[in-house]
């Protein structure tokens, strides 16, 4: 019998301005041999999660999340700068993230109580790299220090949740991308302009959610997951 996977979680999971059947979850569940549940809905926030939580298969033994930004206003933030309009603060703090993460974990494991959930980090979109006041970065050095800051906050929170708990494991996607962000060698992120077929503005292109699935097969692999009879 085959594994069976569910992916959760906002646009950096669900891939939009991608081809179809290239997000990290839909390539990782290929390489498995496993059925994939692809339940990931761009523009949602770990409170919203809960519809997609309801849908996980009940045989499901790994489940992938990667949320919260939204929660933060992290793209929002992005688009909202792009357009002249700089926001001045994450819509919640640091310490409501946290929560929020630990009552949706809370709820996936009364779903599938067997399963393994992988906290999947958001891709890093300003690297040392990053150079201002371009086409793909059209704020200048002061904003990008400001995303800069929310992407940190939400990778704090993304590994606070998994602490002590050993069904958690966070897949460490913002350091390992923190060479690959914009005006990078070869950035795994858009910037302000994106692409019907390369990704959209501010998410990952193909190379970078292909970069991500390749991060997950290795963490899922390094642990064997049973299948649930």
Avoid at 169 to 179: D, F, L, P, R
């Amino acid at each position: 019998m085959a594994l069976q996977m569910a992916s959760l979680g906002s646009s950096y999971a669900a891939g939009p301005g991608l081809p179809k059947g290239s997000n990290y979850a839909q390539i990782v569940s290929k390489q498995l041999n496993a059925n994939l549940a692809d339940l990931s809905v761009s523009g949602s926030t770990l409170l919203t999660i809960t519809s997609q939580i309801s849908k996980i298969p009940n045989n499901a033994t790994i489940v992938t999340i990667t949320s919260g930004g939204n929660d933060l206003g992290y793209v929002g933030g992005l688009n909202a700068d792009s357009a002249g309009n700089p926001p001045k603060g994450p819509l919640i703090t640091e310490e409501q993230l946290v929560g929020r993460f630990d009552d949706a974990i809370a709820k996936v494991l009364d779903v599938v109580p067997d399963a393994k959930v992988y906290l999947v980090e958001y891709l890093t979109v300003f690297g040392p790299d990053v150079k201002a006041e371009t086409t793909e970065v059209p704020f200048n050095a002061t904003r990008v220090a400001y995303h800069q800051e929310i992407a940190a906050i939400l990778q704090r929170a993304t590994e606070r949740a998994a602490e002590g708990k050993a069904q958690i494991k966070v897949v460490h996607v913002a350091y390992e991308s923190q060479n690959n962000g914009l005006d990078s060698a070869q950035p795994w992120v858009n910037g302000a302009v994106g692409s019907s077929t390369n990704g959209a503005a501010w998410h990952p292109n193909a190379h970078g959610m292909r970069a991500v699935a390749d991060m997950v097969y290795t963490s899922i692999t390094e642990a064997p997951v049973k299948v649930k009879l």
